[in-house]
């Protein structure tokens, strides 16, 4: 959360000259309604499970980039889609670089919580493991602007 993965996923795609697919935004639109509502007539696993059939189905195409939620590393079922059909790419961003970026954000719902720093850490705590496990690339963004990031991914593209 708050790493980047939206603002540079666009970036990345339009230098590549690829379309961009948000794994949310996917959601969103097919259903209607917005992720903090599905969270809340769902809860997390009906999101998950949502999440996990956007990202088999997206992921049948090639040519795109791709950006989920943060969460979606959870899913063994997604981890074995990321690792077989992409170029993955971990953003990791410090627990306070995502406090920071997150702080106006009414709109995630794993953040509805007095102790953001809290929930942060341990949302770090249970998913960089995962997320370490299925990167080809691991990018610290701290002090990196978007640009600087897209242009070091291209690098390894090359």
């Known amino acids: 959360m708050g790493a980047g993965k939206s603002t540079i996923g666009k970036l990345l795609a339009h230098a590549l000259n690829r379309p961009f697919l948000d794994s949310d935004k996917e959601i969103e639109h097919r259903t209607g309604v917005t992720i903090p509502l599905i969270f809340e007539i769902e809860g997390e696993s009906g999101f998950r499970d949502r999440e996990v059939a956007v990202i ?43 406090a920071e970026r997150t702080a106006m954000d009414t709109q995630r719902p794993l953040l509805q919580t007095p102790d953001r720093v809290g929930k942060l850490t341990a949302l770090m705590h249970e998913r960089e493991p995962l997320y370490r496990e299925v990167a080809d690339l691991i990018i610290e963004t701290a002090g990196k602007s978007p640009r600087v990031v897209v242009d070091v991914i291209q690098q390894h593209l090359k």
Do not use: K, P, S
């Open 56 to 98: 088999q189905e997206i992921t049948q195409g090639e040519g795109w980039v791709l950006a989920t939620g943060g969460g979606a590393i959870l899913r063994a079922e997604n981890r074995a889609v990321f690792a077989q059909r992409g170029f993955v790419v971990y953003l990791h961003a410090t627990v306070q670089q995502q």
